[in-house]
T-cell receptor, first 115, second 116 residues
Framework: SQQGEEDPQALSIQEGENATMNCSYK?????LQWYRQNSGRGLVHLIL?????REKHSGRLRVTLDTSKKSSSLLITASRAADTASYFC???????????????FGKGTHLIIQP | EAGVVQSPRYKIIEKKQPVAFWCNPI?????LYWYRQNLGQGPELLIR????????DSQLPKDRFSAERLKGVDSTLKIQPAELGDSAVYLC??????????????FGQGTRLTVV
């Protein structure tokens, strides 16, 4: 099963524009993470935001977290062709006492940056 | 420092045959994950280890899938017998220690399995 749900499923923008992706989830979490996956490659960790944080920055990345709405957003500013990839949010759920409580991924947003 | 190493990178087998995947996590990482990723989908958790203990295998199809992590380091994932629907990329990941809540995961390149 997959907890996170990214939106949109696909996004195509011009180089230099900003890209925003959203993630919604269902259960209480310890933290939420964003990963990037280039075609045919493994996943690479981008940023982690803890449940008591609201916003975090890393280079051209900005992540927000709203635990009341169970949602997060990833903003990539000044996009580059090399940012073309699939982006996944992953939730680290609070221990539930049963069921899957490992790092759980959404279906991803496929981002295409047009040169 | 070496990352998570998986082998083989690619595997093609006939249905009903067995197959095994191997993973060597980053040294010192106590948590190890196996995921399955179908084309166009996100990774789905199959099993999570804390050291040598499988603490979450609720998503593992236990009739044909098995996994082990002897001595809390390397891990193998086995499918026997394989079915056509098992074709996917199998990803291994490791992280330092879930108890610390610093659970950034490092992924291997994956094994692409094709069952024909």
């Amino acid at each position: 099963s997959q907890q996170g749900e990214e939106d949109p499923q696909a996004l195509s923008i011009q180089e230099g524009e900003n890209a925003t992706m959203n993630c919604s989830y269902k259960t209480s979490i310890n933290n939420l993470q964003w990963y990037r996956q280039n075609s045919g490659r493994g996943l690479v960790h981008l940023i982690l935001i803890r449940s008591n944080e609201r916003e975090k920055h890393s280079g051209r990345l900005r992540v927000t977290l709203d635990t009341s709405k169970k949602s997060s957003s990833l903003l990539i500013t000044a996009s580059r062709a090399a940012d073309t990839a699939s982006y996944f949010c992953a939730t680290d759920p609070m221990y539930s006492g049963g069921g899957a409580d490992g790092l759980t991924f959404g279906k991803g947003t496929h981002l295409i940056i047009q040169p | 420092e070496a990352g998570v190493v998986q082998s083989p990178r690619y595997k093609i087998i006939e249905k009903k045959q067995p197959v095994a995947f191997w993973c060597n996590p980053i040294s010192g990482h106590n948590t190890l994950y196996w995921y399955r990723q179908n084309l166009g989908q996100g990774p789905e958790l199959l099993i999570r280890y804390e050291n040598e203990e499988a603490v979450d295998d609720s998503q593992l199809p236990k009739d044909r899938f098995s996994a082990e992590r002897l001595k809390g380091v390397d891990s193998t994932l086995k499918i026997q017998p394989a079915e056509l629907g098992d074709s996917a990329v199998y990803l291994c990941a490791s992280s330092l220690d879930r108890a610390s809540l610093n659970t950034e995961a490092f992924f291997g390149q994956g094994t692409r399995l094709t069952v024909v």
